[in-house]
């Protein structure tokens, strides 16, 4: 999860889209120019099995001349074998 806040700090779309698994991931992303990122906290993380866990965060946020907002969701992610290697890949969330 921190990983893909500090792609969305640093606008590291190709980062954001290769960590999303593949039978999620959308084509393209576009994110927002004017946003500043103001910071997570990881409210909790659960361990489902070896290979599905959750995330609960709070990302903080500002757009340029407006007001802080807070993007608060559990994510789901799955751990799969990627050449050689196990990888944790971002499913999807709810937003709270």
Do not use: C, K
């Not at 999620?24 to 576009?30: C, I, V």
């Not at 489902?48 to 965060?57: G, I, K, M, N, P």
């Not at 946020?61 to 799969?80: D, I």
């Amino acid at each position: 999860m921190r990983s893909r806040y500090t792609a969305f700090v640093r606008g590291d779309a190709d980062y954001l889209l290769a960590s999303w698994h593949t039978s999620q991931r959308p084509a393209t992303l576009a994110l927002e120019p004017h946003i500043r990122w103001l910071g997570l906290q990881v409210r909790a993380h659960r361990v489902l099995d070896e290979t599905h866990a959750e995330v609960e965060f709070v990302a903080r946020s500002r757009v340029a001349g407006g007001r802080a907002t807070r993007l608060h969701e559990r994510s789901r992610f799955v751990r799969e074998n990627v050449q050689g290697g196990w990888r944790w890949f971002y499913l999807d969330g709810d937003l709270s």
